[in-house]
């Protein structure tokens, strides 16, 4: 449905040519890695068999990147992320919700003081631009943020909430020590 919806909307001139295959292709990919996921029975020993909180991520994440795409038809992904969330949120526990709807507000937050900032067409340049120099760092600053938000909320699951927060805590230590043995960076005294 989306792709056809999409479709229409690159023949209206609001959507990229580009956009459309790779949409396809990332949809295709999901029904694959979780179809096959759950045939070879490797959800059994998940908390959550239906990995609803995996699916609701890639299906965001594809959404998010979408936006960049095609930053005048915004408010048609912003839509298809609160379907996700309504149909995700019948079998995801209450503090995975709130999980899930904390890193897409990061997200959008991140891409509406991005795109304010350099405007929306300088944005979607440096995110859509092969690795290397800016768009690198931009497309790897939101990897480390994606895995920090997915850690802290399996680390919230499978442990308590302050020895979360004590293990999150000594992340400053940790990226000071590694900076003086990676990078011979001193430490200061405060750390």
């Given at each position: 449905?989306?792709?056809?919806?999409?479709?229409?909307?690159?023949?209206?001139g609001a959507v990229p040519a580009a956009l459309l295959p790779i949409y396809a292709a990332a949809a295709l990919a999901h029904i694959g890695?979780?179809?096959?996921?759950?045939?070879?029975?490797?959800?059994?020993?998940?908390?959550?068999?239906?990995?609803?909180?995996l699916q609701m991520s890639w299906a965001i994440a594809l959404q998010l990147g979408a936006?960049?795409?095609?930053?005048?038809?915004?408010?048609?992904?912003?839509?298809?992320?609160?379907?996700?969330?309504?149909?995700?949120?019948?079998?995801?526990?209450?503090?995975?919700?709130?999980?899930?709807?904390?890193?897409?507000?990061?997200?959008?937050?991140?891409?509406?003081?991005?795109?304010?900032?350099?405007?929306?067409?300088?944005?979607?340049?440096?995110?859509?631009?092969?690795?290397?120099?800016?768009?690198?760092?931009?497309?790897?600053?939101?990897?480390?943020?994606?895995?920090?938000?997915?850690?802290?909320?399996?680390?919230?699951?499978?442990?308590?909430?302050?020895?979360?927060?004590?293990?999150?805590?000594?992340?400053?230590?940790?990226?000071?020590?590694?900076?003086?043995?990676?990078?011979?960076?001193?430490?200061?005294?405060?750390?």
């Open positions: 449905v989306d792709l056809g919806v999409l479709q229409l909307l690159r023949m209206g890695v979780f179809g096959s996921v759950q045939w070879l029975g490797l959800n059994r020993r998940a908390a959550n068999p239906n990995l609803t909180g936006m960049l795409w095609a930053p005048a038809i915004a408010g048609y992904f912003l839509g298809v992320i609160f379907v996700v969330f309504a149909f995700g949120a019948l079998r995801l526990p209450l503090r995975s919700a709130l999980g899930m709807w904390l890193g897409t507000a990061a997200a959008l937050a991140l891409l509406l003081v991005l795109g304010a900032r350099r405007g929306p067409a300088a944005l979607a340049r440096q995110a859509l631009a092969p690795p290397g120099g800016g768009a690198g760092l931009l497309w790897l600053s939101g990897l480390c943020w994606a895995v920090m938000y997915t850690a802290f909320m399996v680390a919230l699951s499978l442990t308590t909430v302050a020895q979360t927060l004590v293990a999150e805590s000594l992340g400053p230590l940790f990226a000071a020590l590694m900076g003086l043995l990676f990078l011979g960076v001193p430490v200061r005294a405060r750390t």
